[in-house]
């Protein structure tokens, strides 16, 4: 497979459009939501006991308490949404698959949103994922695929990116999924893109965006971060020249080392993310990352993992976004150490209206 994708050939696929997919009734669409919502199971880790009870909160976690502070606040939405994710699995490969605790903690997790970004998958095993979607994710009715990534690095110790995506409310572009170019050499690893649509508002006009995964060096995170700035560009150009997508979201692990607070860990050095810690990709019109402040590492101390979209385009953003907590919100209590099994980072999400312009004004015109 070609390690690298050129400007022109990226260009062209972001404009194809979606006239080449299939049509989904309302009634399929209905029927495999309901078939979805019934595969959420509980997993169980050694020493753990699950409660018996559903949690409080949705597995994804609770609404932040308000919008972010780089970017005007959200249009007001309503109709179905869908929730968009990111979570670096630390060295997910060959150990974790060993553990099958693990690997139903981590399923359980990805049924929790309709796309998730994943980082660090570190595998020769060209089945990997599709085993991890067969084994684990698509039990008791859940149907989700996923985009997957050539290997990437310029070391020995390449990585994968995927995008997971449920086929109940999203549907992958079917020629687009490219790895971004970097013909400068200024990155570790090239970020991946793919474009994708809902599919749960038919007959409306579907909500469409392009999704960039990445995972800065984090031994060259201001340099990363500047030549961020460029691929977001880079892809955004290319989307609204050829076509009328503009909602370009770029998600993963940042490394950002912000000092942040959890609920297990106060830190008194906690302060909100600023554009300086964001470098050029600041720069971006209207960027507005949604973790501002929340530690997204397991040990509650650090903020890596963000989202980041551009506001002024993206009104289809409902304002709900937050990090979901490995040891609370999986339905049972993890301890730390528990929780590190699964991963080193927690997943974050933010919330879209399904209907492209947001539901609100969608509504108001009909």
């Not at 008194?268 to 993310?273: E, K, N, V």
Request: proline letters at 9%; charged letters at 20%.
């Amino acid at each position: 497979m070609q390690r690298l994708f050129s400007l022109a050939l990226l260009a062209a696929l972001l404009g194809g459009g979606w006239t080449v997919l299939q049509k989904v009734t309302p009634q399929q669409v209905q029927r495999a939501v309901e078939t979805a919502r019934g595969a959420m199971r509980n997993a169980s880790l050694p020493g753990v006991a699950p409660t018996g009870q559903s949690p409080q909160q949705p597995v994804y976690g609770a609404p932040a308490p308000s919008a972010p502070v780089f970017g005007p606040p959200p249009q007001a939405t309503q109709g179905p949404t869908v929730r968009i994710a990111s979570f670096n699995i630390q060295t997910f490969g060959k150990s974790k698959a060993s553990k099958p605790y693990v690997m139903q903690a981590l399923a359980q997790i990805v049924r929790g949103f309709d796309v998730i970004a994943i980082q660090e998958i570190r595998t020769q095993d060209d089945r990997f994922i599709p085993n991890f979607l067969r084994d684990y994710v698509n039990t008791g009715g859940a149907v989700y695929d996923a985009k997957v990534s050539p290997r990437l690095g310029r070391t020995s110790s390449t990585e994968q990116y995927a995008f997971i995506y449920n086929t109940a409310t999203i549907m992958a572009h079917p020629t687009f999924c490219a790895v971004v170019p970097d013909p400068e050499d200024r990155l570790h690893r090239e970020p991946y893109a793919a474009l994708f649509r809902t599919t749960i508002v038919e007959p409306h006009k579907p909500f469409t965006f392009t999704l960039i995964n990445t995972h800065t060096d984090p031994d060259e995170i201001p340099e990363e971060l500047d030549a961020l700035y460029y691929v977001y560009r880079q892809v955004q150009r290319s989307a609204i020249g050829q076509a009328t997508e503009d909602d370009v979201i770029l998600l993963g692990d940042l490394n950002t080392k912000v000092p942040a607070s959890s609920p297990h860990k106060p830190n008194p050095s906690a302060r909100p993310l600023t554009p300086k810690d964001l470098g050029l990709l600041s720069q971006v019109p209207g960027v507005s990352p949604l973790i501002r402040q929340q530690a997204t590492n397991t040990h509650g101390t650090r903020l890596h993992d963000n989202i980041l979209i551009p506001s002024l385009a993206t009104v289809e953003f409902t304002g709900r976004y937050g990090v979901l907590d490995m040891r609370t919100q999986l339905g049972y209590s993890l301890t730390k150490e528990q929780a590190l099994m699964i991963s080193d980072h927690q997943p974050v999400w933010g919330e879209f209206s399904a209907i492209e312009g947001g539901g609100y004004r969608t509504a108001a015109r009909r």
